[in-house]
């Protein structure tokens, strides 16, 4: 079966960086999405990872290793309102999107 | 701005009421996505129409059924409403299903059951 692996709850201090890590196991890989969710709303795109490295952008950061089946989003100089539940998604070799159930970030001041 | 618009933002049904859920774009997007989010779960597609291809998830109840009279809207259908289909409703359009193409998602419809 398809499997996205992502802990539950992370806590992090305001100001920190903090670094969720996303295993995953699929059928084929087309690429790896990270979507954050504020509570009660939509999700809205983050990154897209589809070859190995590290992508930066802004104070986000997605990091991939295709070999490990391995993803990492690291979120530098933490803010209150990026509290949210960070989703990875995997798209496979049929380009279905495979979701992870989601991090759910708490920042603390 | 484009955007992904659904309708209503919430709705209250009766168990068995039938209810209908709107979603509409203003991206010209090729593909258009159905999916219920239970809390704390990972989104679940239900279905997607590739212009007017539909395409079903194999294991969607059949108590769901879409559909997308044009290239601006979709609708999603629960014929028959239980108690386990509350949930937020999710649509989503995108350019292409294949590649890099992110999903633009809509803010949402929390469906309850009573």
């Known amino acids: 079966g398809q499997n996205i692996d992502q802990p539950t709850e992370m806590t992090a201090t305001e100001g920190a960086i903090v670094q969720i890590n996303c295993t995953y196991q699929t059928s084929g890989f087309n690429g790896l999405f990270w979507y954050q969710q504020h509570a009660g709303e939509a999700p809205t795109f983050l990154s897209y990872?589809?070859l190995d490295g590290l992508e930066e952008k802004g104070r986000f950061s997605s990091f991939l290793s295709r070999s490990k089946g391995y993803s990492y989003l690291l979120l530098k100089e933490l803010q209150m309102k990026d509290s949210a539940s960070y989703l990875c998604a995997v798209m496979d070799s049929n380009y279905q999107l495979i979701w992870g159930a989601g991090t759910k970030l708490i920042i603390k001041p | 701005d484009a955007m992904v618009i659904q309708n209503p933002r919430y709705q209250v049904t009766q168990f068995g009421k039938p209810v209908t859920l709107s979603c509409s774009q203003t991206?010209?997007?090729?593909?258009m996505y159905w999916y219920q989010q239970k809390s704390s779960q990972a989104p679940k597609l239900l279905f997607h129409y590739y212009d007017k291809d539909f395409n079903n998830e194999a294991d969607t109840p059949d108590n769901f059924q879409s559909r997308r009279p044009n290239t601006s809207f979709c609708f999603l259908d629960i014929r028959s409403p239980g108690l386990g289909d509350a949930a937020m409703y999710l649509c989503?359009?995108?350019?292409?299903?294949?590649?890099?193409?992110?999903?633009?998602f809509g803010p949402g419809t929390r469906l309850t059951v009573l």
């Open positions: 990872n589809v």
């Open positions: 991206l010209n997007h090729n593909v």
């Open positions: 989503a359009t995108s350019r292409e299903t294949t590649g890099g193409d992110e999903q633009f």
